[in-house]
């Protein structure tokens, strides 16, 4: 890596590990009762030199020092690893039993200018972003940097139009392809290059605005059935949930127990269950006969937008009705406990996205152009280099 890279990086960690901040991607998630020099750089003790590993590489599970990180970082394979700074996370909800913990790791900016209306994860940890504002679908990479990787300038439906649609909601497909929603009633299904070029693959029409006027709202994409599943709203119809394959073919239409706009959709583990936010509750479906299998009407609170994270738990971004300290919160959403608040938002959010493969978190907000990151973690036990993690066991109490 250049010289200049190599004094951003040292400049980078001076700056927010003081703060107690982690960088801005992933971070390798020690506990308390880790301490630092548990973690050595590998490939300087294969060299006979014996260095602590201020960086951690996700994908490699190996910790590394400054100058190991730029090199294995300037590899061609290793380009798009995910390696972060070594850092202790500082505790923003308290762990309840087996729940899943909240910790900040960071914020980035983006170079956007007002507004960001959605976000998704890659498989691979890479972050999409629509920027409403400029018309543009954005990618950046897995790595701490976030640096740029992409962006696609979404293109005029037809000549004549003065405007370019505004993209809306997204969702990722596989490592390759997303799809996103815009305002002009579409859904666009996009490819990502070998080179990292991005270009429209297939434009699907939802709503026809010679006849009806009406919007596309959330965006959920199913690997179980390869199916896009979008909520929507006219004037003629109500609202409704249309279900189209890749190819376009629209493959059903769900109006039954669909009281309200379902503003977000999103898919678990479980690919059976469809989680749908309007503005007020949040609703799961069952695919089969898309009855209400259960319901989240205690909110007091507008629902923004859903995650749900591995471990099948569900959480929502909600804007306070009365305004407490706080425009939004992270609400964390059970059958059994009921309605949990997780932590307080600093702005209005926009949407969220949730990695599987880091345990990631990035919400976006509306008039901003700072993403908030943090990170969801189970308690577990914790071996040098990050191996053989033990997960946490609710029945011997907290670990």
């Known amino acids: 890596m250049a010289e200049g890279g190599s004094q951003d990086l040292t400049a980078l960690r001076e700056a927010l590990i003081p703060h107690k901040r982690t960088i801005l991607s992933t971070t390798v998630g020690l506990l308390d009762d880790v301490s630092f020099r548990d973690i050595h750089c590998i490939w300087c003790q294969r060299k ?33 690893h995910s390696v972060s700074i070594i850092s202790k996370t500082f505790m923003v909800s308290p762990n309840q039993g087996p729940f899943p913990e909240l910790t900040e790791i960071g914020t980035i900016k983006f170079d956007v200018e007002a507004c960001i209306r959605g976000s998704a994860f890659l498989p691979n940890g890479e972050l999409v972003i629509t920027d409403f504002t400029n018309s543009r679908i954005r990618v950046y990479s897995a790595d701490y940097t976030r640096k740029p990787l992409s962006n696609l300038l979404v293109p005029k439906q037809n000549k004549w139009d003065e405007e370019r649609p505004k993209p809306v909601c997204i969702a990722a497909i596989n490592a390759n392809e997303v799809a996103f929603t815009a305002n002009n009633g579409c859904i666009y299904i996009a490819s990502i290059g070998k080179s990292m070029v991005m270009q429209i693959k297939r434009v ?99 629902t923004k937008d859903i995650i749900v994270d591995k471990w099948g738990y569900l959480y929502t971004l909600a804007l306070e009705r009365r305004l407490f300290k706080t425009p939004g919160s992270i609400y964390r959403l059970n059958p059994d406990s009921g309605v949990t608040k997780v932590t307080a938002l600093p702005d209005t959010p926009s949407s969220a996205a949730y990695c599987e493969k880091t345990d990631d978190v990035a919400v976006t907000f509306a008039k901003s152009r700072y993403v908030y990151l943090y990170k969801l973690k189970l308690r577990t036990f914790q071996k040098q280099f990050g191996n053989d993690l033990k997960p946490y066991d609710k029945t011997k109490g907290k670990t």
């Open 48 to 80: 006979g030199r014996k260095r602590k590993g201020d960086y951690y590489c996700q994908d490699c599970k190996i910790g590394l020092c400054l100058s190991c990180a730029n090199a294995h970082l300037d590899e061609v394979k290793m380009n798009r």
């Open 204 to 302: 699907i029409p939802v709503i026809s605005f010679d006849k009806n006027f009406g919007e596309c709202l959330g965006l959920a994409f199913n690997d179980g059935d390869d199916c896009l599943y979008v909520g929507c709203s006219s004037d003629m119809e109500g609202v409704y949930i249309k279900v189209f394959g890749l190819d376009g073919e629209l493959r059903r239409i769900v109006m039954e127990n669909i009281n309200e706009a379902p503003n977000f959709l999103k898919f678990g583990l479980n690919k059976t269950k469809l989680f749908a936010a309007d503005s007020d509750n949040v609703k799961v479906y069952g695919l089969n006969d898309f009855s209400v299998v259960e319901d989240y009407t205690e909110l007091q609170a507008q």
